[in-house]
RNA sequence: GGCCCUAUCGUCUAACGGUUAGGACAUCAGGUUUUCAUCCUGAAAAUCGGGGUUCGAUUCCCCGUAGGGUCACCA
């Protein structure tokens, strides 16, 4: 059997989109499912589009998501080959040079559009004897290679996502091959590369079904087998209108890592949207939606794949992204956020304190946030407190508190220094039942609910609405913090 | 507009032609809890429309409709 070689072939004109991880993490886990190869093949035959750096940051986002490849090529450094085998099109006889010039198809092409006609390019130079075309090359002057499309033909094939696939090539242009300024299109160079790099399965976006049957007479002119193709569905807006696009937030591979995401997770989401797994055919079980990258290699398969297009629900993605961060090690969450938060935050001053502090302080205030977190973005807002007194927050603020005679509050307050004092300087001997009793006792003391209590208490330490148990928070800030900032409130 | 593809809760999806059409996210309502969060329980929520085929269509066929893709010397 012949080994499995995948591919991805993204163009170096940007940022990675993030639906260009999901059509990486297909062929990439096929591979690896069948102990092939993976191969990154950057497709820069377009001049004019290039961006500089795009090329490294889509090496170093893939990297970043887990997707690693083992053999990679540029295709601007194979221009002899494609020039090559163009050539050799023109020696069998199935493509022909072409001499017209970009304005005369731009005006055959408004023409025809004017007249509410097809425009579909057949070049009046097709039959043009060979010594005459040659002549004319020689003597310099401009060319393209067409590939001689045959008049009507029907064309079909198995898409191994989409199914049957069936055109007519009264449809298809004259496709070019080889551009002017000597650089293959893609047509040609996708499929002179897939078939010399062994591919024998091409996964890619749905929106080159239109010019799969241009690739299947290219292969046909030059005798040579067809790989495997199948075509992923697109990711859509979450409106369904057009495919995800910036106008609904960021949509680079490379930002969601910046906002906080965690790889694992994002791939897990992706991989579920247009893919799931054979486990969930049980009927009536509860489907399970956790997968790692490994999980995944174990399990995918092609027919698994859906036929129509997702909508990308950021609201899901934040799910998975929380069900990942629960499960974070309290090791592994400190070493993530502390890479998240040196390339992606500029507050210096926390990061200071939190070198001043200490890894152990950090890891203690982690382990009481985990469950609050939904993102690595929401570590800071959540640590902050414990490494800078906030402002005082009125308790006229807390709902809880809003009804409540100041003076009583002020009385938990002090009532609860009094046994706070009481304590070892280092809280060694810390009860939380034995501390629960007594903040309870103090409630009943001054006839107020429990819950007001220790919302009075939460209010002054933690000043926020919101906080992790109090106990933990008074134990990690400490007794002489916390009751300075009690007595802030007394005074 | 031509060509191609698709169509199950708001979203992602499951269902040998026979199920009370299942699950997850989101939503809502309860419960646990010192707040928030977590967790638990429950509710509401779908087979695009019309024709066939069949004893029986979510499932197969046709026609509509809707959505998407594509029609470059861009990939």
């Not at 020696?91 to 304005?103: L, M, Q, R």
């Not at 799969?212 to 859509?236: C, N, Q, S």
């Not at 992706?270 to 790692?292: A, N, Q």
């Not at 429990?450 to 007794?479: D, N, Q, W, Y």
């Amino acid at each position: 059997m012949t080994r499995v070689r995948t591919r991805f072939a993204p163009s170096p004109t940007g940022s990675l989109h993030i639906g260009g991880i999901r059509s990486a993490l297909y062929p990439n886990a096929l591979d690896r499912r069948n102990g092939g190869d993976f191969i990154l093949r950057i497709e820069d035959t377009d001049q004019n589009r290039k961006v500089e750096g795009s090329e490294q940051e889509i090496q170093d986002v893939m990297t970043a998501y887990g997707l690693e490849w083992d053999e990679m090529y540029k295709q601007s450094e194979r221009l002899d080959i494609y020039k090559e085998y163009a050539e050799k099109l023109i020696e069998s006889g199935h493509a022909y040079y072409s001499f017209e010039t970009k304005e005369e198809l731009e005006e055959a092409r408004s023409l025809a559009e004017a007249n509410n006609q097809i425009f579909k390019f057949r070049s009046p130079n097709r039959d043009m004897p060979l010594d005459e075309a040659r002549k004319r090359v020689e003597s310099g002057e401009q060319y393209v290679i067409r590939l001689k499309t045959p008049e009507s033909e029907e064309l079909d094939y198995e898409d191994a996502v989409q199914g049957k696939m069936r055109f007519n090539t009264a449809d298809i242009d004259d496709t070019i091959l080889l551009k002017s300024d000597g650089y293959p299109t893609y047509h040609l160079a996708v499929v002179v590369d897939d078939k010399l790099m062994e591919i024998t399965h091409v996964l890619r976006g749905f929106g080159w079904i239109p010019s799969t049957p241009k690739h299947i007479l290219i292969h046909r002119a030059f005798g040579w087998e067809m790989p495997v193709y199948g075509h992923l569905t697109d990711i859509l807006n979450p409106d369904g209108k057009g495919k995800l696009s910036k106008r609904s937030g960021a949509v680079a591979a490379q930002s969601f890592l910046n906002e906080g995401y965690l790889p694992e997770a994002v791939l897990n989401f992706l991989m579920l949207l247009g893919w799931s797994s054979p486990e969930e055919r049980v009927h009536g079980e509860t489907e399970r939606e956790l997968f790692t990258l490994e999980d995944f290699v174990e399990i995918f398969d092609l027919k698994d794949l859906n036929k129509s297009n997702q909508i990308f629900d950021r609201q899901k993605l934040q799910w998975f992204n929380k069900q990942y961060i629960h499960v974070l090690s309290d090791d592994a969450l400190e070493n993530r956020f502390l890479n998240w938060f040196k390339e992606n935050s500029d507050d210096q001053k926390l990061k200071e304190m939190i070198v001043e502090k200490g890894p152990d302080y950090l890891q203690e205030i982690l382990k009481l946030s985990k469950q609050r977190l939904t993102l690595l973005s929401d570590v800071p807002d959540q640590i902050i407190g414990f490494y800078r007194r906030p402002d005082k927050l009125a308790f006229s603020e807390v709902k809880q508190l809003k009804k409540i005679d100041e003076k009583e509050l002020h009385l938990v307050l002090s009532d609860f220094l009094i046994y706070l004092e009481d304590q070892d300087e280092d809280l060694a001997n810390w009860d939380h039942d034995q501390w629960e009793h007594q903040v309870r006792e103090i409630a009943d003391a001054y006839e107020l609910k429990h819950g007001v209590a220790f919302m009075a208490l939460r209010t002054a330490i933690t000043r926020a609405i919101a906080s992790p148990p109090l106990f933990e928070t008074i134990e990690i800030l400490g007794k002489k913090e916390t009751t300075e900032r009690i007595k802030e409130y007394l005074s």
